[in-house]
Antibody, heavy 123, light 113 residues
Framework: QVQLVESGGGVVQPGGSLRLSCAAS????????MHWVRQAPGKGLEWLAL????????YYADSVKGRFTISRDNSKNTLYLQMNSLRVEDTSVYYC????????????????WGQGTRLAVSS | DIVMTQTPLSLPVTPGEPASISCRSS????????????LDWYLQKPGRSPQLLIY???YRASGVPDRFSGSGSGTDFTLKISRVEAEDVGVYYC?????????FGGGTKVEIK
């Protein structure tokens, strides 16, 4: 079955960097677009980034553009989110999510989600 | 960016009764090239990751009970639960994916009366 397992969260000081990982299994990873979505404590969902199945195209929310970088290693079935210049307002649970349709040029919705990894940005 | 507005913020429901959640977008989510409306619904049960309920306005995701249905036009959308069950509690989110950035509504918390 499809499994997405995020890791890499923790406590970071403002201005710091961190890389999140999402290990995927149970499906052909290289055929699906992958997303990062976050949820601040007690708040709603915020989409952050999409990387298409082949890694060629990436899209970002304005709130993280220029600070966060989404990437993937299809040989390792792993999705990444490099986060730089972290701010207190980046404190959230970060989810990776698998797109619903393979080899899609646009997102088809988030079919599976990981359990999330927590990031706290605090001095 | 497309702003998604959900109402109500909170919805107390009685098991066995119907329930309805509204979502409005600041721009049309209708794609004239495909004829599709790119609006999805998600449910986040307490302490859990979100799950996909409805995609492309009205298609139920696999495993979603048929008591859930989605409808709407270009900017106004509705998620209906025909007969609420206790397991349906949680926060419901609408999301548009017609253009980037993808944006969610603020959420509607459904709880049992």
């Amino acid at each position: 079955q499809v499994q997405l397992v995020e890791s890499g969260g923790g406590v970071v000081q403002p201005g710091g960097s961190l890389r999140l990982s999402c290990a995927a299994s149970g499906f052909t990873f290289s055929s699906y677009g992958m997303h990062w979505v976050r949820q601040a404590p007690g708040k709603g969902l915020e989409w952050l980034a999409l990387i298409q199945y082949d890694g060629r195209n990436k899209y970002y929310a304005d709130s993280v553009k220029g600070r966060f970088t989404i990437s993937r290693d299809n040989s390792k079935n792993t999705l990444y989110l490099q986060m730089n210049s972290l701010r207190v307002e980046d404190t959230s649970v970060y989810y990776c999510a698998k797109d619903r349709v393979p080899i899609a040029m646009r997102s088809a919705g988030f079919h599976y989600w990981g359990q999330g990894t927590r990031l706290a940005v605090s001095s | 960016d497309i702003v998604m507005t959900q109402t109500p913020l909170s919805l107390p429901v009685t098991p066995g009764e119907p329930a309805s959640i509204s979502c409005r977008s600041s721009q049309s989510l209708f794609d004239s090239d495909t004829g599709n409306i790119y609006l999805d619904w998600y449910l986040q049960k307490p302490g859990r990751s979100p799950q996909l309920l409805i995609y492309t306005l009205s298609y139920r995701a696999s495993g979603v009970p048929d008591r859930f249905s989605g409808s709407g036009s270009g900017t106004d959308f509705t998620l209906k639960i025909s007969r609420v069950e206790a397991e349906d509690v949680g926060v419901y989110y609408c999301m548009q994916r017609i253009e980037f950035p993808l944006t969610f509504g603020g959420g509607t918390k459904v709880e049992i009366k």
